[in-house]
């Protein structure tokens, strides 16, 4: 992506707020030593930052990184501050572009589906992280921050912390933007639901730091059951808060995470929110990925059900129904009407005009059959130019007075094409089924397509009943 004025702006804007993120995180979340914050934001924000606007963001994170922890160094270290700072910096920088190219040959499309979860949390966040980790050990070793001893815990950490972050808000950043881009409204119900969910969930957050350990529990079937019936951005942004609300919480005191020392604490508390998130995270997208089999199955169902070209129920869809009449006909002591409909010299039209205005006679005739039934009637295209309309719980004389009226509609039709003015009239057969009368769906489609028959042999554009 090219560096344009709007861009570099932009750039500006994001860079802020990555460094406002890594001093709030420093100054409220981090722990010492060596100012490793409990959840590190400026991870996923960098992210974000080099998939939107490429590798131009890195310069902008390595500079908002090292304003965001030049203090905190200098104020521990005498000498070569400035030099430990721009080796952190650095580091982020490399761990943002890694995550970001990794993101881009693994998830191009972004997190999609169930088959995501190991990609992104094995590949995008630990990867990175893991680099990124490795070469801030080593820098605070050196700097004096802490022992050789204690590094493969604070290694684990920075790993645990940074991966936090991405994994929260590329999730959250990815469901919100399509909530946007699509602009999808929210039932009322939907909302209510989201919103006590939400409030059940930090509810017991701060219960478990304050009143009784074991709501830190509840929150997770909470969580997942909100994935399962809340709308995605939903779901991110609860996690996000309670995740947050628990961090929050846990600097001060670490309440049901408190074990023997203060690592093995934070270890604990690190693990239970990595846990969380990819549970969560895991939970919608598998009911992403169910949502959309039931939404493929139903679009199968439909084509398979359902005529391409005039959309109106096609002979698969259309016998069913019938038989169905028939057998509700008989039990309520009802007739019903079946009328089987032709378009005249409809091959003459293709051969003379082509398909096209043939495809074109078919779709104005579909839609003029739409305006003209009411809702319980149904409509299909039998195959080629022919026609069926069953109208349930209906007498022959208001089912023929519904045709003649199609047929008169039909006969002032005009279709516009290539600056020919086009027409063309229907036959139909029209035939009342009697209840008790012992026939078969084909043996009644046989008796009104020889209706039909005997209209077109009359002359056509009529009805035969």
């Not at 600056?419 to 009644?444: M, N, V």
């Not at 209706?451 to 009943?465: D, F, T």
């Amino acid at each position: 992506m090219p560096l344009t004025g709007r861009n570099f702006l932009y750039l500006l804007i994001a860079s802020g707020i990555y460094f406002l993120s890594a001093r709030f995180a420093v100054l409220l979340f981090s722990l010492e030593p060596g100012n490793i914050a409990l959840i590190w934001l400026p991870s996923g924000i960098g992210l974000l930052m080099v998939l939107r606007f490429g590798y131009w963001a890195v310069p902008f994170i390595v500079v908002a990184s090292y304003l965001a922890n030049s203090a905190g160094m200098a104020a521990v270290l005498s000498e070569l501050a400035w030099l430990h700072t721009s080796t952190a910096a650095l580091s982020n920088g490399l761990e943002s572009a890694l995550a970001a190219t990794l993101m881009r040959r693994l998830l191009p499309e972004g997190l999609q589906s169930f088959q995501d979860i190991f990609p992104f949390v094995f590949g995008v966040c630990l990867v990175s992280t893991a680099v990124n980790s490795t070469i801030l050990v080593v820098n605070l070793v050196m700097a004096g921050f802490f022992a050789v001893e204690s590094s493969w815990m604070i290694w684990l950490i920075l790993i645990v912390t940074n991966s936090l972050g991405i994994l929260l808000l590329i999730p959250l950043a990815q469901a919100v933007l399509q909530a946007w881009e699509s602009r999808l409204q929210m039932r009322l119900g939907d909302a209510a639901r989201c919103i006590a969910l939400f409030i059940i969930c930090t509810g017991m957050t701060w219960l478990a730091f304050d009143m009784f350990a074991g709501f830190i529990f509840l929150i997770m079937p909470a969580l997942m059951f909100l994935a399962v019936q809340g709308r995605k951005e939903s779901v991110y942004v609860t996690l996000t808060v309670t995740v947050g609300l628990t961090v929050a919480l846990a600097a001060e005191n670490y309440g049901p995470f408190q074990l023997q020392t203060d690592e093995w604490s934070r270890l604990y508390l690190l693990s239970y929110l990595y846990s969380l998130i990819v549970l969560v995270l895991g939970t919608e997208l598998y009911q992403r990925d169910l949502l959309s089999e039931v939404q493929a199955r139903q679009s199968w169902q439909y084509r398979a059900h359902h005529d391409a070209l005039t959309s109106l129920g096609n002979r698969s869809l259309f016998i069913p129904l019938l038989e169905n009449e028939m057998k509700r006909a008989e039990r309520m002591n009802r007739a019903f009407a079946l009328a089987l409909i032709d378009l005249d010299n409809f091959k003459s039209f293709n051969d003379s005009f082509g398909h096209a205005l043939g495809d074109k006679v078919l779709k104005e005739f579909a839609q003029l059959v739409r305006k003209n039934l009411r809702d319980i009637d149904v409509a299909a295209r039998m195959g080629g130019d022919e026609f069926a309309i069953l109208f349930p719980e209906t007498p022959m004389s208001e089912a023929r007075h519904a045709v003649e009226r199609l047929r008169k509609q039909v006969e002032k039709l005009t279709i516009k094409y290539h600056g020919r003015t086009i027409q063309f009239t229907i036959s139909s057969g029209l035939a009342e089924f009697i209840p008790h009368e012992k026939h078969t769906s084909d043996a009644i489609l046989g008796r009104v397509d020889q209706l039909l028959y005997e209209a077109k042999r009359q002359g056509r554009n009529q009805v035969q009943a």
